[in-house]
C-alpha cells in the first residue's frame, strides 16, 4: 500500500473529518477526498460511512486504523530515539503513574527534575489504567506492581503500605483511637472498595468497613482522601509516603495498616538508550533514597 496515503487516512481517521485532517496536512479538502477514494478502490473495501456530521470508519476501516496507529507509535519510538542525544536530555517524555502518587508524591518533586533538565518536556498522565508501553501509549510508568510484559525494563523503587492519618484538630475534637474497634467513634475517609485502586488498600478498608465506622467519606482517590484529612474531616486512609510532605499528620491505629504494594518503574526495552529516560530515571531513585533517609531521620523506618 502506498505510504502517503496510509498517513493521510490516518489522519482522516483520526480527526473524523476531511476539512480537519486537510487543515493538519496542509491538504485542500479535495486532495484528501482523492487520497481516500484512491485507497478505497486499491484496497476494493469502502473505509469510511459518510454522513452529514462526518465520517464513521466501517469494520474495515477500524482494522486499518489499527494498523495504522500501531505503525505511527512505531515510528514515534523510532523518531524518539533517533532525536535522543548522547549528551543532552531534552524533548517530550511521556510518563504514566496512578492518579494518587503522580498527584502526592511525583508531581511536587517535579521542579528539581526541571532545574536540571530545563528543555525536557513531561507530559505526566495520571490514570488508574495500566497503559500498553510497549505500543507506547507512554514511554515510562510507575506502577503499583510488576509489569507483566516481557519486553519491559523494569526496577523496583520501593515499598507502600495504606495506613490510618488523621489531622491532629480532628484528634483534639474526637479522641484518638488507639485500636479498630475504636473506629465506631469516628468518620472514615477512604476511597469506595468499587474504585480502581491497589487490592491491598481494597482489602483494607473492607476489613475497616466491617467495623461499622460512626460515619463515612468515600472519594475516588487519594488526593480527595488527603483534602478530607487536612480539614479535619476524619481519619484517612493514605498511602505512608504522604507523611514526608505533610509531617503534620498523626499516624493512628498503627497496627492497623495493609499489605505490603511494591512500586516499581518500567519502560520498554527499545529505550534502554534513551538519555530522557534515564534522566528521569535517575531522578526518581534519587528522591526515593532522600524520602527513605528522612524517614530514618524522623524515626518512621
Not at 513531561?122 to 516481557?150: H, N, T
Not at 491532629?168 to 467513634?185: A, F
Request: aromatic fraction near 6%; hydrophobic fraction near 40%; charged fraction near 25%.
Amino acid at each position: 500500500m502506498d505510504w502517503d496515503k496510509l498517513r493521510i487516512f490516518h489522519a482522516v481517521a483520526d480527526a473524523g473529518s476531511l476539512t480537519h485532517a486537510g487543515d493538519k496536512l496542509n491538504l485542500s479538502q479535495s486532495a484528501v477526498s482523492r487520497q481516500i477514494r484512491a485507497l478505497e478502490e486499491s484496497l476494493n473495501s469502502t473505509l469510511f460511512h459518510r454522513h452529514a456530521r462526518g465520517l464513521i470508519l466501517t469494520e474495515q476501516g477500524e482494522l486499518l486504523f489499527d494498523a495504522t496507529s500501531a505503525m505511527t507509535k512505531r515510528l514515534d519510538a523510532a523518531a524518539a530515539r533517533i532525536r535522543d542525544s548522547e549528551e543532552e536530555v531534552f524533548g517530550e517524555l511521556r510518563v504514566t503513574t496512578t492518579f494518587g502518587f503522580g498527584t502526592l508524591w511525583l508531581a511536587p518533586r517535579l521542579p528539581k527534575l526541571y532545574e536540571k533538565y530545563p528543555d525536557l518536556k513531561v507530559d505526566l498522565m495520571l490514570e488508574e489504567r495500566v497503559l500498553d508501553l510497549p505500543m507506547r501509549e507512554a514511554d515510562v510508568a510507575i506502577r503499583m506492581k510488576e509489569p507483566s510484559q516481557a519486553d519491559l525494563i523494569r526496577k523496583r523503587l520501593m515499598t507502600v503500605r495504606m495506613q490510618l492519618y488523621a489531622s491532629r484538630e480532628y484528634l483534639n475534637e474526637h479522641g484518638t483511637p488507639t485500636g479498630i474497634v475504636d473506629i465506631v467513634k469516628h468518620r472514615l475517609i477512604c476511597q469506595n472498595t468499587s474504585a480502581a485502586q491497589v487490592g491491598a488498600g481494597a482489602t483494607l478498608v473492607q476489613t475497616l468497613m466491617a467495623h461499622n465506622p460512626q460515619s463515612l467519606l468515600t472519594v475516588n482517590n487519594y488526593f480527595g482522601v488527603l483534602q478530607g484529612v487536612l480539614h479535619n474531616l476524619g481519619i484517612g486512609v493514605l498511602p505512608d509516603y504522604v507523611t514526608q510532605d505533610f509531617p503534620d499528620l498523626v499516624h493512628v491505629m498503627t497496627e492497623t495498616e495493609s499489605a505490603d504494594v511494591p512500586v516499581f518503574l518500567a519502560y520498554p526495552e527499545e529505550l534502554r538508550h534513551s538519555q530522557r529516560v534515564a534522566a528521569f530515571k535517575d531522578f526518581v531513585q534519587d528522591e526515593i533514597i532522600a524520602h527513605r533517609k528522612q524517614l530514618r531521620q524522623q524515626g518512621k523506618i
